[in-house]
């Protein structure tokens, strides 16, 4: 929604680069909770029960994977939110830029917060 210069300059600001610093912001509110609580829940999602062991790095791959661990998923409860993470991190962007004008009333304030309102 600008006019490029950042991307062009390589700064991480591209719409890919902010959902994965999403993840691993969620992640590590997720295994900083105490081991007797048993579920994790914010605007885009709840996961319950959440992994007792953590194998990898704070991203979104490492999240899937160890919920495979134990059967279980991520339930998310925004179409687009849901929708945007099974892309490829390069599809994000251009997804993204295509579909943010029809679904961002969809989308809860705290995913666009940062940027105020749209």
């Known amino acids: 929604m600008g006019n490029g210069f950042d991307l062009a300059h390589g700064m991480p600001t591209s719409y890919g680069n902010f959902i994965d610093d999403y993840w691993q912001n969620a992640i590590e509110k997720i295994r900083n909770k105490p081991h007797w609580e048993d579920g994790f829940e914010n605007d885009e999602f709840y996961i319950q029960p959440l992994p007792e062991i953590w194998e990898g790095n704070n991203d979104y791959e490492a999240l899937q994977?160890?919920?495979?661990?134990?059967?279980?998923?991520?339930?998310?409860?925004?179409?687009?939110?849901?929708?945007?993470?099974?892309?490829?991190?390069?599809?994000?962007?251009?997804?993204?830029?295509?579909?943010?004008?029809?679904?961002?009333?969809?989308?809860?304030?705290?995913?666009?917060?940062?940027?105020g309102a749209m």
């Open 65 to 115: 994977y160890n919920l495979s661990n134990i059967s279980n998923n991520i339930n998310f409860k925004n179409d687009f939110f849901a929708a945007l993470n099974k892309l490829e991190y390069n599809e994000k962007n251009t997804f993204y830029y295509n579909n943010y004008t029809v679904e961002s009333n969809k989308c809860p304030d705290s995913i666009f917060g940062i940027y």
